[in-house]
């Protein structure tokens, strides 16, 4: 077990588009005072703010949770529903079902998860129908 | 031959005849590359370090997508107006937000002739 030097949990309000990206500023924030190298800050950002955007947009809110270790960050994204019905499907890049609302303002392209995978080190999501989902992502510090 | 030393955020008011709505940003900080797209989705999987970003979105969320990527700026094209929130968001977080009356087609070309690249 690595002992963990920070652990920050951020509930996420669905359908809170003024505060999206708080959590994420604030995530950020607490990784550059503890020193996190400019590459690895700039991909956790980049995951954090399309996995809080995901519970905004998709889910019935959620938790966004930080922890660091000595070997990695790692954020888990735990939501209340609805659950993704095709994971296979919702990981495709260009695969939507953002309502009008999340595309008046320029989101929805389906480029969330794939993002997400693409930028963290190690990718897991988890979902059942009626339950919610739940998506860890590990990033490497050495 | 394009100068290998990169162009300043105040460097971009003249060329871009633009004004900058963040009084108080930095406008020392060099720009490392251009880019413009209104899909905020698209722009967090593209945003870079350094990028002036066009785009004619002026909602909170441009501010947060900008300042996750490390931008240098936000650029709004045609006189746009960024709502309040937005600009006190980008001022505390100090993120340097300019207006131009130029069309996002004619700032690209002017970033582009002057030697500022495309993302990497």
Not at chain 1, 118 to 136: C, H, K, P
Not at chain 2, 63 to 78: G, K, R
Not at chain 2, 107 to 120: F, M, Q, S, T, Y
């Amino acid at each position: 077990m690595s002992s963990t030097l920070l652990h920050e949990d951020y509930p996420v309000e669905a359908e809170d588009y003024t505060r999206a990206g708080e959590a994420s500023a604030d995530i950020k924030r607490k990784l550059k005072q503890l020193g996190v190298s400019a590459g690895v800050l700039r991909r956790v950002s980049v995951a954090s703010y399309e996995v809080e955007l995901n519970l905004v947009i998709h889910s019935r809110g959620g938790v966004l949770s930080l922890e660091v270790t000595p070997e990695r960050v790692l954020l888990v994204s735990a939501d209340r529903g609805p659950g993704i019905p095709d994971l296979e499907l919702a990981m495709r890049e260009g695969w939507s079902t953002a309502n009008e609302t999340a595309r008046s303002l320029g989101f929805g392209a389906g480029m969330g998860l794939p993002n997400m995978k693409r930028n963290a080190d190690e990718f897991d999501i988890e979902s059942q129908l009626g339950t919610g989902t739940t998506i860890r992502m590990g990033f490497l510090l050495s | 031959m394009p100068d290998e030393t990169p162009m300043k955020i105040k460097d971009l008011l003249s060329l871009l005849e633009a004004k900058s709505m963040t009084p108080g940003a930095d406008l020392e900080k060099d720009v490392l590359c251009g880019y413009t797209c209104d899909l905020l989705s698209w722009v967090m999987a593209h945003g870079q370090e350094g990028m002036a970003w066009v785009t004619v979105q002026t909602h909170m969320n441009v501010i947060a997508v900008a300042v996750l990527s490390d931008m240098a700026c936000v650029i709004l094209p045609e006189n746009i107006e960024m709502e309040k929130e937005s600009l006190d968001k980008a001022a505390a977080e100090g993120m340097c937000v300019l207006s131009s009356p130029l069309s996002g087609y004619e700032i690209c070309g002017r970033l582009h002739a002057a030697g500022v690249p495309d993302k990497e």
